[in-house]
């Protein structure tokens, strides 16, 4: 389908929103039940998650052509992120507690949407990127493969 494209972490948006941050105790107790509520209404959950498919340009970019991953998850823990400053290993223990039913409605909202994003990307995306962020490559920046 796509071409993986490397962005460096830096220029990620979930990376500098604190998406991959840890929290205390109290915070934990108190994001915990935020989560869960925000999650639990798939229709709010799919908002956020129309929403930071554009606003999060380079992070949607370097994850959401990765099929290798689980992107309707990854789409969700940004779209919590994005709408309500709460990072993803709260998200993860959120999910848990939703019902079978609050699942698959938040999973197909998910799945919508990134469909959607696949379709807006998929002509211009090959035409404006080669193979990933270029200044970084040249700049020697991303991670280098030891090849043997």
């Known amino acids: 389908m796509f ?3 490397y962005i460096p972490y ?8 604190g998406m991959w941050r840890k929290v205390n105790n109290e915070e934990e ?5 935020e989560a869960i509520i925000f999650t639990g209404d798939h229709v709010l959950y799919g908002s956020a998650m129309r929403e930071v498919v554009v606003e999060w340009h380079n992070t949607m970019l370097n994850s959401l052509i990765n099929i290798s991953i689980n992107r309707r998850a990854f789409l969700g823990h940004c779209a919590v992120c994005y709408k309500i400053n709460i990072p993803e290993s709260i998200v993860r223990m959120a999910w848990k507690v939703l019902t079978e039913n ?3 409605l938040a999973d197909n909202e998910a799945q919508k949407t990134i469909n959607e994003w696949e ?8 035409n404006t990127l080669k193979y990933g962020n270029q200044d970084a490559i040249q700049k020697e920046y991303q991670m280098k493969l030891q090849l043997r």
């Open 10 to 17: 830096w220029d990620w948006e979930d990376w500098k929103c």
């Open 3 to 5: 071409k993986q494209v």
């Open 29 to 33: 107790k108190i994001m915990l039940k």
């Open 102 to 104: 609050q699942r698959m």
């Open 119 to 126: 379709i807006n990307h998929k002509k211009g995306l090959m």
